[in-house]
């Protein structure tokens, strides 16, 4: 069987790429890829597109029918404000369903196979969640699904989104909660997809946080995170730390984090399990299905 496909849907436009980087990150497509590449258990492509940006060349369903999985990042974008950025994103979603490709996306992800699957995202009343998304509770559904093999009950996770989901689309399953926002993970069918997403981001390590916070500033003074920016300074301090010793203890405590953060096999598990659970049943199944159809017509008899 040749290497597997992956494709990883960027969210941001062009500019917002670029500040990121501005302010010591990479584009969060990158830094996507770079995980897929090493959470895979063997040969893997790993492509990028970006639908957010001008006359972007996007594969139809039938491109898209060849990849084993679709990842989509997170996003500066909102959903309700529509445009041309939101709606080529939502038309390839949609393109999506119409085949058997499993989906996983982070924040901005889940937001979007929302609302291209028919349920309702909203600027969040509570106001932005950032850092660490606390006490995220698995649901008694979510502790009997994939998704969350190996993942504590309770845990608390990188963080940093204004919107989330105000309705999940028909047949979703809600798999995991906390105080801030009701939907922290979901599944649910799609057309012929099947949709997994998380409202937090799995994907990002300590230096990518420490690059938003820098990127953000000094807003986020203003929004009462920090009594100053001395303070804010201090904590991107922090994150940049536990980049460099991600074992130390004191700043652990400090921040009331532990392994789910920590450690990056604890941190990442959800996409890893989409990928053992998801991705590649889905790419053994196509493969015999391939080979089916292709044993079928050698043994077709001639006229």
């Known amino acids: 069987m040749p290497a597997a496909r992956l494709l990883v ?25 770079q995980l897929l590449r090493e959470l895979f258990p063997g040969p893997v492509t790993v492509d990028i597109c970006y639908p957010a940006d001008p006359g972007a060349n996007l594969p139809d369903a039938a491109g898209l029918d060849g990849y084993d999985g679709i990842a989509i990042t997170g996003s500066s974008l909102n959903l309700y404000h529509g445009g041309l950025e939101v709606a080529q994103q939502v038309d390839l979603m949609r393109a999506a369903f119409a085949n058997d490709v499993p989906v996983f996306g982070s924040c901005w992800g889940l937001q979007l196979l929302t609302v291209a699957a ?14 660490f998304a ?6 008694p559904e979510g502790a ?49 997809a099947m949709c997994w997403g998380v409202q937090y981001h799995p994907e990002y390590p300590f230096r990518e946080m420490a690059a938003i916070f820098r990127r953000l500033r000094p807003s986020l003074v203003a929004e009462g995170f920090f009594m100053d920016e001395e303070q804010e300074a201090g904590f991107i301090a922090d994150l940049e730390h536990l980049e460099r010793e991600p074992g130390n203890a004191a700043l652990a ?12 096999d604890m941190r990442t598990r959800e996409i890893a399990n989409w990928i053992e659970q998801q991705v590649l049943p889905g790419r053994s199944r196509r493969g015999r299905n391939l080979y089916q159809r292709a044993t079928r017509l050698t043994r077709r008899p001639l006229v």
């Open 144 to 192: 009997h699904h994939a998704m969350f093999a190996g993942k504590p009950p309770v845990f608390e996770a990188m963080t940093v989104h204004l919107d989330e989901v105000e309705s999940l689309p028909e047949g979703a399953v809600l798999l995991a909660t906390n105080d801030h926002s009701q939907v922290q993970a979901a599944a649910f069918p799609a057309g012929r």
């Open 253 to 264: 405590w400090r921040h009331g984090i532990d392994g789910a953060v920590i450690a990056k």
């Open 118 to 131: 028919g349920g309702q995202v909203r600027r969040n009343p509570r106001g932005r969640e950032i850092g």
């Open 134 to 139: 606390r006490r995220v509770r698995i649901t």
């Open 9 to 33: 849907v960027e969210g941001n436009t062009a500019e917002a790429r670029a500040r990121q980087v501005t302010f010591g990150g990479q584009a969060a497509s990158e830094g996507y890829a």
